[in-house]
Nanobody, 126 residues
Framework: QVQVVESGGGLVQAGGSLRLSCAAS????????VGWFRQAPGKEREFVAGVSRTGLSTSYADSAKGRFTISRDYAKYTVFLQMNSLEHEDTAVYYC???????????????????WGQGTQVTVSS
């Protein structure tokens, strides 16, 4: 069973930056693609960014392109989401999600992911 724990959320002013971390344990980290999702109050959970098993491929939602960067540290079993130029509209609970081992590709649908963390709150004040 894979355990997922997010950290790094908080309150930041518009234009500021945050770095979220997703720590995984209990599974083969290197064989799994990872995604970040977010959910604002009253809205559906949406894809933000994803990274492939190898770390060579990444994918971003249009809202994240040019501002967010996803990366992974295999030695630390951790995936990061660097968020710059934050906007009030980025306010949400951010979730890290991990796919089953061996599956290829980055998926943007929440149901394609098997393991989820509890989420970390990001609040951007305008």
């Amino acid at each position: 069973q894979v355990q997922v724990v997010e950290s790094g959320g908080g309150l930041v002013q518009a234009g500021g930056s945050l770095r979220l971390s997703c720590a995984a344990s209990g599974g083969t980290f290197s064989s799994r693609s990872v995604g970040w999702f977010r959910q604002a109050p009253g809205k559906e959970r949406e894809f933000v960014a994803g990274v492939s098993r190898t770390g060579l491929s990444t994918s971003y939602a249009d809202s994240a392109k040019g501002r967010f960067t996803i990366s992974r540290d295999y030695a630390k079993y951790t995936v990061f989401l660097q968020m710059n130029s934050l906007e009030h509209e980025d306010t949400a609970v951010y979730y890290c999600a991990i796919r089953r081992a061996g599956l290829q590709g980055i998926r943007t649908t929440p149901t394609d992911y098997d393991y989820w963390g509890q989420g970390t709150q990001v609040t951007v004040s305008s």
